[in-house]
């Protein structure tokens, strides 16, 4: 690695070998200068780290910049086949306003209407609507007063409707937008005023609301074939917290938690009754359950990938390369290979591994000077072993159709959680991570199943199920 013109690799090995020469340092000072030097050798490795080699977001990257778009030969806009987006006309417009010609403008002679020519301008309207409800009463001939009934829900002389609240869900839990930004969406284009206890106050309705799902997702994803599993940990109140996820390519769990580990796993409950494949980084945790594991290679192929750039070692590369080439001949043959190319490229892997120990060996046991346990191994060295020692799991991929190459299924769903943290900084309170949790749930697997998420919110506020949770 070189920092501004200085090989540090080879500055460290040369000091490392003046300390070994040096007969008159004493044991404690020699200690001291190896210690110093192995943290230097850390800080030393972070400058390399980035988005492609590392868990770094690419956010994080230093002096980042977008690779140019390769130039093609096609011309600019739409092509050829193409399913278009044109804006069309509608059959039945709201309002008709018809355009007649000043006949004074016209030169003298008698004119006939043959027809007209039609334009539509497709706009919007933002506007309050109040719908005052009148309930009748009677009275008889003894004085007793009868009153129509109220339609269900409407219990006070003034009340938000279901398109205020769904609007105030919408915006809050799904766009992430701060409750004061809200306010101010609806005085100034709605003229409602509505404060930010309001929408805490739907916000937490629809918690309430949500309770069924939470229950029904929960049986959903255990009795599941495939779960994708991930943490990533979360601000609440200022102390730091972990928040869960449990997904497959239908349904949609978070869930907060004080833990990390197998504690907050079993709090849960999701991973416990699961007896299927379960796809994550290697956390070691996470084999504490499910039937079956599938490590994720995309973490697999960011770590060769640093092990080549810092380590300089020419076995993660020629992985890195054969695991692409895996993952492609997996897609290319429809999601799984036959039994005998599988065991061609299981071949391959193994001997690749075998020429790894001995580009990269395990640590020296003569040097073990009355330690006791596992030797430290470099980072290179933990992979070579996780790769060999987890063999199975690395390559399901390949043999299994569900299984698939990454877990980038469990990141792209708590992506928004990062996001929320940025926009946030943190969750106020543990009530509004329990709320934005399940309502996040509950809006991810909609859209999964292909409901909106404005679809969605309307259907919870008037005390309906969505279609795919009525069939069960």
């Known amino acids: 690695m070189t920092v501004n013109n200085i090989d540090v690799e080879a500055t460290i090995e040369r000091v490392k070998s003046l300390i070994a020469d040096e007969k008159d340092l004493s044991p404690a000072l020699k200690s001291s200068l190896e210690v110093l030097l192995l943290l230097v050798t850390i800080l030393a490795n972070?400058?390399?780290?980035?988005?492609?080699?590392?868990?770094?977001?690419?956010?994080?990257?230093?002096?980042?910049?977008?690779?140019?778009?390769?130039?093609?030969?096609?011309?600019?806009?739409?092509?050829k086949g193409r399913a278009g987006t044109t804006l069309q006309p509608v059959a039945e417009p709201d309002e008709i306003e018809v355009?007649?010609?000043?006949?004074?403008?016209?030169?003298?002679?008698?004119?006939?209407?043959?027809?007209?020519?039609a334009r539509q301008v497709i706009d919007l309207d933002i506007a309050k609507v109040v719908t005052e409800y009148r309930a009748q009463i009677?009275?008889?001939?003894?004085?007793?007063?009868?009153?129509?009934?109220?339609?269900?829900g409407v219990t006070r002389p003034a009340q938000y409707g279901q398109g205020v609240k769904v609007n105030s869900v919408y915006m809050s839990q799904y766009q992430l937008i701060p409750y004061h930004r809200i306010v101010d969406h609806f005085v100034e284009q709605l003229r409602i005023p509505v404060s930010a206890g309001s929408i805490y106050n739907f916000n937490q309705e629809a918690y309430e609301r949500l309770e069924r799902f939470d229950r029904w997702v929960r049986k959903q994803l255990a009795s599941s074939s495939l779960i994708h599993a991930d943490e990533t940990g979360i601000n609440i109140g200022g102390k730091r917290h972990w928040l869960h996820s449990a997904s497959n390519a239908a349904f949609t769990f978070f869930h907060p938690h004080g833990k990390r580990g197998s504690e907050a796993l079993d709090d849960i409950g999701i991973l416990p009754a699961f007896q299927g494949t379960l796809c994550h980084d290697h956390w070691k945790p996470y084999y504490h359950y499910?039937?079956?594991?599938?490590?994720?290679?995309?973490?697999?192929?960011?770590?060769?990938?640093?092990?080549?750039?810092q380590d300089k070692q020419q076995w993660a590369q020629d992985m890195a390369l054969l695991l692409k080439e895996i993952n492609k001949?997996?897609?290319?043959?429809g999601s799984r290979l036959d039994v005998f190319d599988a065991a061609l490229y299981r071949k391959r892997y193994r001997a690749l591994l075998e020429e790894a120990e001995k580009e990269c060996p395990p640590p020296d046991e003569s040097e073990r000077n009355g330690r006791r346990g596992r030797l430290a191994r470099s980072k290179a060295r933990n992979?070579?072993?996780?790769?060999?020692?987890?063999?199975?799991?690395v390559l399901r991929f390949m043999v299994e159709d569900e299984v698939p190459?990454?877990?980038?299924?469990?990141?792209?769903?708590?992506?928004?959680?990062?996001?929320?943290?940025k926009i946030s900084g943190c969750f106020r309170s543990w009530e509004g991570a329990m709320m934005f949790c399940r309502i996040r749930?509950?809006?991810?697997?909609?859209?999964?199943?292909?409901?909106?998420?404005?679809?969605?919110?309307?259907?919870?506020?008037?005390?309906?199920?969505?279609?795919?949770?009525?069939?069960?």
Not at 329 to 333: S, W
Not at 442 to 462: I, P
């Open 99 to 117: 355009l007649r010609i000043d006949r004074s403008t016209l030169p003298v002679g008698h004119y006939r209407e043959v027809g007209y020519e």
């Open 290 to 309: 499910g039937g079956s594991h599938a490590l994720c290679n995309a973490h697999h192929l960011r770590e060769l990938e640093r092990a080549w750039e």
């Open 405 to 421: 190459f990454s877990n980038n299924l469990a990141e792209n769903d708590l992506r928004m959680t990062k996001v929320q943290q």
């Open 46 to 79: 972070r400058f390399g780290l980035n988005s492609k080699n590392s868990s770094k977001p690419p956010s994080a990257d230093p002096n980042r910049t977008k690779e140019p778009r390769r130039k093609s030969e096609r011309k600019p806009g739409g092509q």
């Open 329 to 333: 001949a997996t897609l290319e043959a």
């Open 383 to 393: 992979l070579l072993e996780r790769l060999r020692d987890y063999e199975v799991d």
């Open 441 to 472: 749930s509950y809006l991810s697997t909609c859209r999964k199943q292909g409901v909106s998420a404005s679809e969605a919110l309307r259907l919870l506020f008037e005390g309906k199920s969505p279609r795919f949770m009525q069939a069960d």
């Open 138 to 152: 009677l009275v008889d001939s003894q004085g007793n007063r009868y009153m129509a009934p109220f339609p269900e």
